[in-house]
């Protein structure tokens, strides 16, 4: 698929025609306090959408080298079917700073060799468009405002998926989540040589979580406070929530 031609551009206005409606659609459930029909509906339709594409790649275009489900985003789709049923703030922060830092990366600069009509590229966009949705609808349209704790759980959580991916990496010689070269055009060739983009991409990347969460919780200002006081915990005695 050629940057910024036809295929790309296509999914790049389904993408911000999206991100609106799920702005709106957030605000207008955003005082209902617990998960919607609609939030849940949609966290069925994540891997309704997604794991076919996926499995069909495996069975009849598998390639170790860009298969497996070691990218970063082959995860942020579980957190956002976490965070979309339940709106408990560690898949909610999982997927608004994976979401919004790493996965959106995917929309803007696509690393991806196969077009329409190959079965690679549905399920590239599917599984990229909606992460990207979901962390609009949770933060921006529902107001569930990540905390420092979930900055700090986010953090340690990403750290140890990229010590892990790495290790797979120098034994399968792959480049999942571009560890050890960088992908053909990406946001990536303004950092320096390997090693030391991705040391440089890491420093970043947890400098701009810390922004998004210092500006999150401001922008949202009173809003977040039920997000930060109370998680939901149905099988508590009693219901309701548990202050935390």
């Known amino acids: 698929m050629i940057q910024y031609g036809p295929t790309h551009l296509a999914p790049l206005a389904v993408f911000l025609v999206g991100a609106v409606a799920a702005v709106v659609l957030g605000r207008r459930h955003a ?31 598998f390639d170790l080298r860009v298969t497996l489900p070691l990218h970063l985003c082959d995860l942020a789709w579980v957190a956002a079917t976490w965070a979309l049923w339940s709106h408990r703030p560690f898949p909610v922060a999982l997927t608004f700073f994976w979401g919004l830092t ?41 107001r569930l ?12 959580t990403t750290l140890v998926w990229a010590a892990a991916t790495y290790v797979f990496n120098v034994v399968a010689d792959t480049n999942y989540g571009y560890l050890m070269r960088k992908p053909g055009r990406s ?26 969460t210092l ?16 998680v939901d915990v149905d099988d508590l005695p009693g219901g309701g929530r548990e202050q935390v």
Request: aromatic share 12%.
């Open 102 to 142: 790493l996965t959106i990366q995917g929309i803007v600069t696509p690393s991806l060799n196969e077009d329409l009509p190959h079965p690679r590229y549905f399920a590239f966009w599917a599984l990229h468009l909606l992460i990207v949705w979901a962390a609009v609808y949770l933060v921006v349209g529902l």
């Open 215 to 230: 500006a999150a919780r401001r922008w949202i200002g009173s809003g977040a406070h039920r997000v930060e006081a109370a």
């Open 31 to 61: 005082s209902r306090g617990r998960p919607t029909r609609f939030s849940r509906t949609c966290a069925v339709l994540v891997p309704v959408a997604t794991v076919p594409l996926q499995v069909v790649d495996l069975l009849v275009n």
């Open 187 to 212: 946001i990536l060739d303004l950092l320096g040589p390997w090693p030391w983009y991705v040391v440089e991409e890491i420093l970043i990347v947890l400098a701009v979580w810390a922004l998004m």
């Open 145 to 156: 405002v990540p905390r420092w704790r979930d900055y700090r759980a986010v953090v340690l």
